[in-house]
Each structure stands twice: as structure tokens, then as C-alpha cells.
């Protein structure tokens, strides 16, 4: 199961570091695309982000790119998401998600679906 953490309610500009851990310790993350998405208020869900497995390629929404960086942290079976500069526009409940196999070498060509297993979300509140 994945588990994400870190959001909360910032002033816009500032900052939030997410997390996404597996609470089982022989399922290690290195093995997975993991991809963040978000949803915000009547809104669709939107792809964020994404890392490929084994450190592989990293995707980027162009209304994040320069803003938002990806990046694993192998010794805490984690990936994380660093949200600098952030928006209102940003508001939103984040989750993350794992993508096995093949498909994970390569996130950016992995739709929504193909994930395999998702997290429960972590609300992203950030004031005008």
C-alpha cells in the first residue's frame, strides 16, 4: 500500500515536500514508475509528475516544470515531490502511484490506468 504524506496549507509562493513510502518493506519502490497525480476541487485528474523505474526518465506537466522536482530516496524505500513557487492554481489532493514492468521505463508513456497501485491522497491547500 502506498502511503503519501506531506501536503498542508501554504501561503503562495512557498513551499511543500510530498512523499510517497509503501508501508511493506519488501516492496521496494526502485522497482516502479511512480507517478503523481492530482485532483483539485471539481476538477479531473491531472498527471503531476512521474519517475521512471530504476531512476529512469522523469515527466513533468508544463504548469510545474521549474517549479516541482521528483526524486527517489532509495535508503527510505520513498519518492518524493518538492513543490517550490507554489500556486493557488496548485490547490488540489495529490496521490501518487506505482506502475510495474516494462511500461515503468518509461512513465511518460503510461496513461492513468496503467498504474497499479495508488495511494489515498494528501490534500494540497495553497492561499492567494
Known amino acids: 500500500q502506498l502511503v503519501e504524506s506531506g501536503g498542508g496549507q501554504v501561503q503562495a509562493g512557498g513551499s511543500l515536500r510530498l512523499s510517497c513510502a509503501v508501508s511493506a518493506s519488501e516492496f521496494s519502490l526502485d522497482y516502479f514508475a511512480i507517478g503523481w497525480f492530482r485532483q483539485g476541487p471539481g476538477q479531473e485528474r491531472e498527471r503531476v509528475s512521474c519517475?521512471?523505474?530504476?531512476?529512469?526518465?522523469?515527466y513533468y506537466r508544463d504548469s510545474v516544470k521549474g517549479r516541482f522536482t521528483i526524486s527517489r530516496d532509495s535508503a527510505e524505500n520513498a519518492v518524493g515531490l518538492q513543490m517550490n513557487s507554489l500556486l493557488p492554481e496548485d490547490t488540489a489532493i495529490y496521490y501518487c502511484?506505482?506502475?510495474?514492468?516494462?511500461?515503468?521505463?518509461?512513465?511518460?508513456?503510461?496513461?492513468?490506468?496503467?498504474?497499479?497501485?495508488w495511494g489515498q491522497g494528501t490534500q494540497v491547500t495553497v492561499f492567494p
Open positions: 502511484a506505482a506502475l510495474g514492468g516494462p511500461m515503468g521505463t518509461m512513465c511518460d508513456s503510461a496513461g492513468d490506468n496503467d498504474y497499479d497501485y
Open positions: 519517475i521512471s523505474s530504476s531512476n529512469g526518465p522523469t
